[in-house]
C-alpha cells in the first residue's frame, strides 16, 4: 500500500466517522462508495471492508461471509476504524451546535449527490 493510498483510506475513516455522528451515515453511504469509486475496489470488497470495520459492533457474521468469500480487505477495514473514532468525536461535537433542519438537509443533500454518481456514472 502506497502513502497516498494509506492517507486517502484514513481521510475517508475520518469522513465516516464525522458524517456518522453528525447526520446518522457512515459505513453505506461514505466508505462504500468511496471505497468503489476512488479506490477501483468492487462494490462486494468494498461492502465486506466496511462491515469488516464494524464487525465487533455491528455485523459479525455478515463481516465472516464476507471474509469468508475474499470480499474483505483487513488492512483498509483496520485503518478506516482507527479513523472512524477521530471522525465520530469532531462530528458528534459540531452536530450538537446545529439546527435538525440544517442537519436533514446536510444528509440529504450527500444521499442525491451519491444517489446521482452511482445511477449515471460508471467510476
Not at 3 to 16: D, N, R, T
Not at 30 to 37: Q, S
Not at 60 to 85: E, H, P, R
Not at 98 to 121: G, P
Amino acid at each position: 500500500m502506497s502513502i497516498g493510498f494509506i492517507l486517502g483510506i484514513l481521510a475517508i475513516g475520518v469522513l465516516a466517522g464525522f458524517m456518522s455522528s453528525m447526520v446518522g451515515i457512515g459505513g453505506g453511504l461514505i466508505i462504500v462508495p468511496a471505497l468503489v469509486l476512488l479506490f477501483g475496489f468492487n462494490q462486494k470488497e468494498a461492502q465486506g471492508t466496511s462491515l469488516m470495520m464494524l464487525t465487533l459492533p455491528v455485523a459479525f457474521m455478515g463481516a465472516f461471509n464476507y471474509y469468508k468469500s475474499g470480499n474483505t480487505n483487513w488492512k483498509v477495514a483496520l485503518l478506516l476504524a482507527s479513523t472512524f473514532i477521530v471522525g465520530g468525536f469532531f462530528g458528534s461535537k459540531i452536530a450538537i451546535n446545529l439546527e435538525v433542519s440544517i442537519i436533514k438537509k446536510i444528509f440529504a443533500v450527500f444521499m442525491i449527490i451519491i444517489a446521482i454518481k452511482y445511477l449515471f456514472f460508471e467510476k
